[in-house]
Each structure stands twice: as structure tokens, then as C-alpha cells.
């Protein structure tokens, strides 16, 4: 980031009462200066930082405003701020730790770029649909308190490739100006390997030109693509994000996890937990879900507050029927 756009980042983090914002820009500034070895200049900025810090006995995290889109970007993006958080997710203790790092490494991204490092924020999510892709980025931008921008591809992808190159741009501008969470769903829609013949010249400008603007971005916002299709997309993409985090169907502890979780406010002690989870493989961690809210409404329905196991059996075939069709 150069010196223009720091002073940019600060003045808005400024007015924007984000003091964490403020001093997390403060240490990229000393970085920067330790890096061209003015390094009584970085010292400087540190100690003002440390002391800014340790006159606070306990800091305010509350959410970042959310500005709504102005011009072409509010086209390009549809923005919220998410309740979700990372408790509200069944995971593997694999993908639970690391989330948490990127979590950890954003919250405490002031003694990462004090050292002249950069925290992980540019994350490439793969897996199958209805896996927790879409449901993580909720869950960063919640945990985090930043506004959640999802990249609409309906009006990103134009017949005029050349056009499409444009909008990108105006995305990751915004992405310095407003510091967020920004998701690039079916990722794969621009992510195709270049070589494939059914392409054409202008997709892999495109391509490219996403390659250019994420390799250059120095904002501070987190940058989650995710993609159905991990086999489609160029080789060329995966060195340029930070992590590469698979997704897979439930085995058989998530999945007792999505149940039990979705059902604790009913009477469920007749429920034979391990038949149920057997009976939802091959089915993703959504359609287990919408299959416990299904039993849920069957027995709300009936006036009564216990789950049995007919209405979760019922329910299971009925989303194992629909994801066959």
C-alpha cells in the first residue's frame, strides 16, 4: 500500500471511530517504513501504536458501519452484516482450527505486520454444494465484525469480457476504500483453467486480470472464493491465496453434531442417534440440516415436542428423494 492510501486508510478509519482499523494501519505504516530502512521512523510509529494500546484497558469491538454501495459497485455487490459465527457451524476439528487461525491472525494482525509479515486473507474454499463454503464467509465476517460484500456474477459476467475486466477492478478498489469480507461464489465462473478448448481469448483476459488484481492487492479486507468444481479451475489461481481449505460431506460425528444441534428444543430421548447419522450418507451438511428442521416442523405440526425416529427416517428419504432427482 502506498503512503497516499495509507493516509487514506487512517482519515476514514478515523471518522469511522475503528480504532482497531486505525492502529492496524498505523503498524502496515511502520512496516512500510522499515522496509525502505527508515527504521527510527517505524520505531517511532510502534512505541505511539504500544502506547495507544496499553492506554485501554479493554477494547471496543464494535461493527464496522456498513456503507452502502454507491455508482457500479452497488450493482456488482450485495452487502450485510452476518450474525453467524463459527459455533453456529458443525466442523471437523481440522477445518474448526483453521478458521480459528484465520480468525486469530486477523484479530491479531498488528504483530504480524509489525514483524513486516502479512496475516492470512485470501482463501480459496473447495468442496461439494451444501458443504459450509457460503456459511464460513458468514461466519469470518460475523466473528470479525466486518460487513460481508457477496459478488453478484449475474451482473459481473457481460457477453464484453472487456467489461467484465472493468467491474472486477471496481471490486477491488472497493476493497481498499472498505475493508470487509469479500465472497466470490462459483468461483469457477472466472476461475477456469485457460487452457481449456472450449474457451476463448477474452475469458482468459479476464482470468488473468483477476490473477493481476488479487497478486497486487495490499488492502486489508479478506478476499474467499469458493468452488464446486476445485478440477475446473487454473492451476496458476491456488499460489496466489494464502490457504486452500477443503470441504467434504459429513462423516459420521458432524453429522450428530447438525442433528443434535438443529433439535435442542425438542424432547428427543427416543431418537437412535447412530441409525439416524447413517441413514444421511452421501447427503451434505445442508440437506441435514433442512432434513432435522423438516422432522422439527412435522412434529410442531402435530402438537408435540418430542422427535421420534419416524419423523427424522421420514424426513432424511424425503432430501435424499429431492438431491436424486
Request: hydrophobic content about 40%.
Given at each position: 500500500m502506498t503512503a497516499s492510501k495509507h493516509l487514506i486508510a487512517l482519515l476514514k478509519s478515523h471518522i469511522a471511530r475503528d480504532d482497531d482499523r486505525f492502529l492496524s494501519i498505523a503498524m502496515q505504516v511502520a512496516a512500510h517504513e522499515a522496509r525502505k530502512g527508515h527504521g527510527q521512523v517505524a520505531q517511532q510509529v510502534r512505541e505511539l501504536v504500544d502506547q495507544a494500546r496499553s492506554g485501554k484497558v479493554e477494547r471496543s469491538r464494535q461493527p464496522v458501519p456498513i456503507a452502502q454501495p454507491k455508482g457500479e459497485l452497488a450493482s456488482l455487490v450485495a452487502v450485510s452484516f452476518s450474525e453467524t459465527r463459527l459455533k453456529s457451524m458443525a466442523l471437523t476439528d481440522e477445518l474448526e482450527q483453521q478458521l480459528?487461525?484465520?480468525i486469530v491472525e486477523q484479530r491479531q494482525q498488528h504483530k504480524i505486520l509489525e514483524r513486516g509479515l502479512q496475516p492470512r486473507r485470501k482463501l480459496l474454499l473447495v468442496g461439494p454444494p451444501g458443504s459450509g463454503k457460503t456459511m464460513t464467509a458468514s461466519a469470518l465476517a460475523g466473528e470479525l465484525h466486518l460487513p460481508l460484500f457477496t459478488v453478484v456474477f449475474d451482473t459481473l459476467i457481460t457477453r464484453f469480457m472487456g467489461e467484465t475486466a472493468s467491474k472486477l477492478r471496481v471490486i477491488f478498489e472497493a476493497m481498499t476504500?472498505?475493508?470487509?469480507?469479500?465472497?466470490?461464489?462459483e468461483f469457477d465462473a472466472i476461475g477456469a483453467r485457460r487452457s481449456e478448448r472450449n474457451d476463448v481469448g477474452e475469458i482468459r483476459r479476464v482470468l488473468n486480470s483477476y490473477l493481476q488484481f488479487l497478486e497486487k492487492d495490499e488492502?486489508?479486507?479478506?478476499?474467499?472464493?469458493?468452488?464446486?468444481?476445485?478440477?475446473?479451475?487454473?492451476?496458476?489461481?491456488?499460489?496466489?491465496?494464502?490457504?486452500?481449505?477443503?470441504?467434504?460431506?459429513?462423516?459420521?460425528?458432524?453429522?450428530?453434531k447438525i442433528l443434535q444441534t438443529r433439535l435442542v428444543g425438542f424432547e428427543t430421548g427416543e431418537i437412535d442417534w447412530q441409525v439416524s447419522a447413517e441413514m444421511t450418507a452421501g447427503l451434505s451438511q445442508a440437506e441435514i440440516s433442512r432434513a432435522a428442521d423438516e422432522a422439527a416442523k412435522r412434529a410442531i405440526l402435530t402438537d408435540r415436542t418430542n422427535i421420534t425416529n419416524d419423523d427424522l427416517s421420514v424426513s432424511i428419504q424425503e432430501r435424499r428423494s429431492a438431491t436424486h432427482k
Amino acid at each position: 500500500m502506498t503512503a497516499s492510501k495509507h493516509l487514506i486508510a487512517l482519515l476514514k478509519s478515523h471518522i469511522a471511530r475503528d480504532d482497531d482499523r486505525f492502529l492496524s494501519i498505523a503498524m502496515q505504516v511502520a512496516a512500510h517504513e522499515a522496509r525502505k530502512g527508515h527504521g527510527q521512523v517505524a520505531q517511532q510509529v510502534r512505541e505511539l501504536v504500544d502506547q495507544a494500546r496499553s492506554g485501554k484497558v479493554e477494547r471496543s469491538r464494535q461493527p464496522v458501519p456498513i456503507a452502502q454501495p454507491k455508482g457500479e459497485l452497488a450493482s456488482l455487490v450485495a452487502v450485510s452484516f452476518s450474525e453467524t459465527r463459527l459455533k453456529s457451524m458443525a466442523l471437523t476439528d481440522e477445518l474448526e482450527q483453521q478458521l480459528k487461525r484465520v480468525i486469530v491472525e486477523q484479530r491479531q494482525q498488528h504483530k504480524i505486520l509489525e514483524r513486516g509479515l502479512q496475516p492470512r486473507r485470501k482463501l480459496l474454499l473447495v468442496g461439494p454444494p451444501g458443504s459450509g463454503k457460503t456459511m464460513t464467509a458468514s461466519a469470518l465476517a460475523g466473528e470479525l465484525h466486518l460487513p460481508l460484500f457477496t459478488v453478484v456474477f449475474d451482473t459481473l459476467i457481460t457477453r464484453f469480457m472487456g467489461e467484465t475486466a472493468s467491474k472486477l477492478r471496481v471490486i477491488f478498489e472497493a476493497m481498499t476504500e472498505t475493508r470487509g469480507v469479500y465472497f466470490f461464489d462459483e468461483f469457477d465462473a472466472i476461475g477456469a483453467r485457460r487452457s481449456e478448448r472450449n474457451d476463448v481469448g477474452e475469458i482468459r483476459r479476464v482470468l488473468n486480470s483477476y490473477l493481476q488484481f488479487l497478486e497486487k492487492d495490499e488492502s486489508d479486507s479478506l478476499i474467499i472464493a469458493a468452488t464446486n468444481h476445485v478440477e475446473l479451475l487454473d492451476p496458476a489461481l491456488f499460489r496466489r491465496f494464502d490457504d486452500v481449505i477443503q470441504y467434504n460431506l459429513p462423516d459420521k460425528e458432524v453429522t450428530l453434531k447438525i442433528l443434535q444441534t438443529r433439535l435442542v428444543g425438542f424432547e428427543t430421548g427416543e431418537i437412535d442417534w447412530q441409525v439416524s447419522a447413517e441413514m444421511t450418507a452421501g447427503l451434505s451438511q445442508a440437506e441435514i440440516s433442512r432434513a432435522a428442521d423438516e422432522a422439527a416442523k412435522r412434529a410442531i405440526l402435530t402438537d408435540r415436542t418430542n422427535i421420534t425416529n419416524d419423523d427424522l427416517s421420514v424426513s432424511i428419504q424425503e432430501r435424499r428423494s429431492a438431491t436424486h432427482k
